[in-house]
């Protein structure tokens, strides 16, 4: 399992990696004491795990995480417990508080491993994301871990997105055409300017006006696909 260590005390992450040392399965990649430091890390080691801490100079681990396009696995690690509440909401693998004990790290550890079994590729630089990945929104108070193949559908709100999963909805950020770029087509498809969908969620497609398409969604919900972006479908699932 490949950790990054992510603290803006030096003690603090000497500390944790002492701890780290005593489980044999474990290879720690490297520390960064800062946001930046850690984004550069992420991107060059590609970590399994991050052991993270919320309070930060600068930007905090949360808002981290935000600027992310697909997130490791996430132990948050601070001595705010304040907090405690609000990385639980954004299904963080566990949180612990310092200073921390090896009994309770290995116990955070043993819940990675077992995440891990499950199939999920983590960011890398100029890879299309899939359904196995996942990522990190914030809106207002609340935060969220979303795995991609939750995603029914992103549409537009002007220079943000408002994301579509379960029975919730988000706003990130990111414009459509960001998400977009780092999107596999396969899987999301644009269906027009307004909106890309998750083709897994499409119950049924039936011809619509001017050689158009609607795709129906569960719930009633339907979208339709211009003449132009319906070639482009049909030649996609070979219609």
Known sequence: MRVLIIDDIRLAREELRRLVQGFPDIMIVGEAA?????????????????????????EN???????????PEVIFTTAYDEY???????????????????????????KVRKTMLIPNMHA??????????????????????????????FETMGNF????????KVV????LNSIEERLNPATFFRANRQVIINLEFAERIEPWFSGGLRVH???NVTFDISRRQAAKLKNLLSL
Not at 43 to 56: E, Y
Not at 161 to 168: A, D, M, Q, V, Y
Not at 172 to 175: E, I, S, Y
């Open 61 to 71: 681990g949360f808002e981290l995480l935000q600027s992310l396009d697909a997130a």
């Open 34 to 58: 800062d946001a930046s430091e850690a984004r550069r890390l992420i991107i060059d080691k590609n970590p399994d795990l991050l052991l993270l801490d919320i309070q930060m100079p600068g």
């Open 172 to 175: 990130t950020p990111k414009t």
């Open 161 to 168: 997105s408002l994301i579509h999963f379960g029975n919730e």
């Open 217 to 219: 969604f569960p719930d």
């Open 84 to 110: 405690a509440v609000k990385a639980f909401e954004q299904n963080a693998l566990d949180y612990l508080m310092k200073p921390i004990q090896k009994e309770r790290l290995g116990s955070a550890l043993e």
């Open 124 to 153: 890398q630089k100029d890879r299309l994301l899939g359904p196995g990945d996942k990522f990190f929104v914030r809106d207002g108070e609340r935060c969220w871990f979303i795995r991609l193949a939750d995603v029914r559908y």
